[in-house]
């Protein structure tokens, strides 16, 4: 597995955002382990399924495990509908399937995995979900010796106060199509176990997580191939929260057209970077828990979302607080 790119080879120019930006609680609740990452580690980075559940077995200091193996019954059975479109050039089976299935195509309705929706999730939930699934992402896949980094809106929201905007609805990282690679071959559909503290619980701090939540990590099979093809597939793998179906987005970045555009690198939907915008990558801080950023991040959030993303302090019926350091709803405000 040469390919796997390991945190620390490629980590450069160390970057701190201001840690007054993310409340000390914050720090303690992200006290997490995951029992089975840290088996994994251990072993040679080619386990197999039943490699990594037996490793399962391994003492822990809390109750936390890492399994292997399909997900638990869906609430709903997934539908992968044939679709087939005549103006592409179809893949080998000559249909495209869709692999990663929502509930609806609406804002709202897009943002859930179709196994574990149950209802949308409310405004002041959401935003407690989101930041559970970003740092148990992030922790297992350090745990993992994997390198990812924040992407997108995500990526926009480290900028402003290392944390998560509160109007977003899913989050958005990004691996190299190495790592999806490896991620297919040794994690595909694996769940981990991620142990919280209840953030409204002041009383627990001092003694041991109370919550747990468990996500499924799922590799699009079209992650091994380079093309679109008709866009069904652009997101290349999901982790996912098992208790409502809210996800992280992972997409794999590779040098597509290495003989007449060297050192670009794109996503499946076209967004593209240069090796010396990515590389080396900077280490930091997101919702309180280590986190990567590339190395141009604002020459990459100034391309996506133009300058006005890192200056307006009015957007989506929020405003920017520079007191608290935080974005607040317009109407809390009054
Ligand atoms: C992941 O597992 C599912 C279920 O077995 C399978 O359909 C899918 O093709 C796998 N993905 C990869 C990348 O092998």
Redesign the pocket.
């Known amino acids: 597995m040469q390919t796997l790119l390991l945190l620390s080879g490629l980590l450069a120019s160390p970057l701190l955002i201001n840690a007054a930006a993310v409340p000390a609680d914050l720090f303690q609740s992200a006290t997490t382990t995951i029992a089975g990452a840290e088996a994994a580690v251990s072993r040679p980075p080619v386990g197999t399924h039943d490699g990594l559940a037996a490793s399962n077995t391994a003492a822990s200091p809390f109750p936390a495990e890492t399994t292997a193996g399909?997900p638990p019954p869906a609430e709903k059975p997934v539908k992968f509908a044939p679709i087939h479109n005549p103006h592409f050039g179809p893949p080998a089976a000559g249909f495209e399937y869709k692999y990663f299935q929502e509930p609806g195509e609406s804002l709202e309705l897009g943002h859930y995995d179709i196994r574990y929706f149950h209802g949308e999730v409310e405004y002041e939930e959401h935003r407690e979900t989101l930041r559970h699934l970003i740092r148990s992402y992030l922790t297992v896949f350090q745990h993992l010796g994997v390198e990812t980094w924040l992407a997108h809106g995500t990526l926009l929201g480290w900028w402003w106060n290392g944390r998560i905007m509160p109007w977003d609805f899913d989050l958005d990282v990004q691996v190299s199509i190495s790592t999806l690679r490896y991620l297919?071959e040794n994690y595909?559909?694996t769940l981990h176990t991620y142990e919280h503290f209840d953030d409204g619980d002041q009383e627990a701090r001092s003694s041991r997580p109370t919550k747990s939540r468990t996500y499924l990590l799922?590799?699009?099979?079209a992650?091994?191939t380079l093309e679109r093809h008709q866009g069904l597939n652009v997101i290349d793998a999901r982790w996912v929260d098992t208790s409502n179906g809210m996800f992280v987005d992972i997409t794999g970045l590779a040098e597509r057209a290495p003989d007449y555009s060297p050192g670009v690198w794109s996503c499946k939907n076209y967004h593209r970077y240069r090796t010396r915008d990515l590389f080396p990558m900077r280490r930091s801080e997101f919702e309180g828990v280590p986190a990567t950023v590339p190395y141009s991040f604002e020459a990459i959030l100034r391309e996506e979302y133009g300058e006005k993303s890192m200056v307006a302090t009015h957007w989506q019926g929020h405003h920017w607080a520079p007191n608290l350091k935080e974005w607040v709803k317009d109407l809390e405000a009054q």
Request: hydrophobic share 20%; proline share 20%.
């Open positions: 399909p297919g595909n559909r799922d590799i699009n099979p992650s091994a």
